[in-house]
Structure formats: C-alpha cells, structure tokens
C-alpha cells in the first residue's frame, strides 16, 4: 500500500509560482509511474503531467509552464508551476501508477492523494 501526501498548495496572483510536493511512502518508488491531475469545482478530474524513468508528458494546457520531477532517492515528486492562470485554480492530486509498456490512463492510476489546492486570483 502506498501513501502520498502532497503540499506546497496556496493563494498565487496570475504569473506567479508554485511547487507541489507530494512525498510517497509505504512501497518501492521506483516501481511507479507518478502524474499529476487536478480538479476545478464542478469539473472532472484532469491529467497535468507524469513522469517514468526521466521521461515526462504533459497535458496542452500546461505544456511550457509546468515542470514535473522526482527525487527517488527522498520518494517525492515535484511539480514546479510558472506563469500560473486563474483557469490552473483546482485541487491537484499526486498519483501512481505501476510501471508498464505506455503512459497509463488516469484509471490506471492505483493510488491517490488527498490533494492541495492551488487559486489563482486574475
């Protein structure tokens, strides 16, 4: 069993600057692929971006302003955040999913977060 907690969460003015954290414990960090979704009020949840090995993927809506990274060796992936939107404000959750031949679907994602949220005011 795997629990992730993130943080770094908070109030932003548009153009600015987050990371979230989210620490992994409870299993083997490497044996997962980790992503990053996030959920506006009255919205489904949405992927943001992923990670495995050193490769990384990312939504179109974030692509060039957000950055996703792990430290294996502290079990934490990062999601840095520029040039934030208010359109970025939602609760973002850390997911992982297992290793395998693709990029998994967000129902491959096998554990969750209980989620920061991020506001951007305009």
């Known amino acids: 069993q795997v629990q992730l907690v993130e943080s770094g969460g908070g109030l932003v003015q548009a153009g600015g600057s987050l990371r979230l954290s989210c620490s992994a414990s409870g299993g083997t960090f490497t044996s997962y692929i980790m992503g990053w979704f996030r959920q506006a009020p009255g919205k489904e949840r949405e992927f943001v971006a992923a990670?495995?090995?050193?490769?990384?993927y990312y939504s179109d809506s974030v692509k060039g302003r957000f950055s996703i990274s792990r430290d294996n060796a502290k079990n934490t992936v990062y999601l840095q955040m520029n040039s934030l939107k208010p359109e970025d404000t939602a609760v973002y959750y850390c997911a992982a999913a297992l290793y395998g031949s693709r990029w998994p679907s967000r129902d491959e994602y096998k554990y969750w977060g209980q989620g920061t949220q991020v506001a951007v005011s305009s």
């Open positions: 990670i495995r090995w050193s490769s990384t």
